[in-house]
């Protein structure tokens, strides 16, 4: 069938997937469906990706213990075999560069969009501590990435490995430009504002467990998402929510998120931090 949409293989960011992953994942109950500019996104609970608690801990710890062997900068994708054909057993890993002073994330971010502007704090005492040119959670991951997986998968039939990985090479042109300023209060809670930027024409398909919060929402007067994944793979616990939505400036759409992987922080707590941007 002819292609109508210029699609790379998959990229992980936050709870969102670009389609053909490769894996199979069919049905589930869809959550939202929106499209602006050149971003379509899908949204769906599938019963697929429930994650039971041993093997949660198991990916937690593999990826925690890849992320600790790469050198700054480095990427790198893991294959889960346990998870045979589904989506969750291809994921991905970074150990990004981060910018700690705020004037010069600050001029970073508005190199690639003039009109952003970088708080040097959110409501609730959250402070700026860092900035990366990453998603705040996982790695994008390229097509020239996912051809690792064959290999693996291969390596992990040889070898009896449960958990295969592999370094990835960075791409000089991104299908996304990632820009995550992360914001720290005294009690050591953090929130993760991510500005993501597409190069090209994008479709794009969310995906969470059925044991998900979802909600809709309003930020300035666009059509908002929250979620609740309490089966998180990365962060600081198991419970990571999101608030995703989009706007259109001049010939881009951007795409921005507000999420945390403190459990204690609410999700108004979020709100008011989106609605502060």
Not at 103 to 128: A, C, Y
Not at 224 to 249: C, F, P, R, V
Request: aromatic share 10%.
């Amino acid at each position: 069938m002819k292609r109508l949409w210029k699609l790379p293989n998959i990229a992980v960011i936050g709870l969102l997937f670009v389609l053909l992953c490769g894996f199979a994942l069919a049905g589930g109950k869809l959550l939202f469906q929106e499209e602006l500019g050149n971003v379509k996104i899908n949204y769906t609970a599938n019963e697929e990706v429930t994650l039971d608690s041993g093997l949660l801990e198991k990916m937690r710890h593999s990826l925690s213990e890849v992320k600790a062997k790469l050198n700054k900068g480095e990427t790198a994708v893991l294959y889960f075999a346990e998870l045979g054909a589904n989506r969750y057993a291809f994921q991905s890993v970074s150990n990004p560069e981060v910018v700690n002073d705020l004037d010069s994330w600050s001029r970073t971010v508005s190199h690639q969009n003039p009109t952003e502007h970088i708080p040097e704090s959110l409501p609730g005492s959250f402070k700026f501590a860092q900035g990366m040119e990453s998603p705040a959670y996982g790695a994008f991951i390229d097509s020239a990435a996912f051809k690792l997986l064959d290999d693996m998968k291969v390596e992990s039939k040889q070898t009896g490995k449960d958990v295969v990985w592999r370094k990835t090479a960075v791409k000089s042109k991104p299908v996304f430009n990632f820009y995550t300023s992360l914001y720290r209060n005294a009690e050591q809670q953090t929130i993760y504002y991510t500005l993501q930027i597409p190069n090209e024409k994008v479709r794009m398909e969310g995906i969470t467990s059925p044991t998900s919060v979802y909600e809709d929402l309003n930020i300035h007067g666009h059509p908002a998402h929250y979620t609740l994944d309490n089966q998180s793979l990365y962060g600081a616990s198991k419970i990571a929510q999101y608030i995703l939505w989009m706007e259109e400036k001049g010939d881009q759409t951007l795409i921005y998120q507000v999420g945390t992987d403190s459990p204690t922080v609410t999700k108004q707590q979020l709100i008011q931090a989106a609605q502060s941007l």
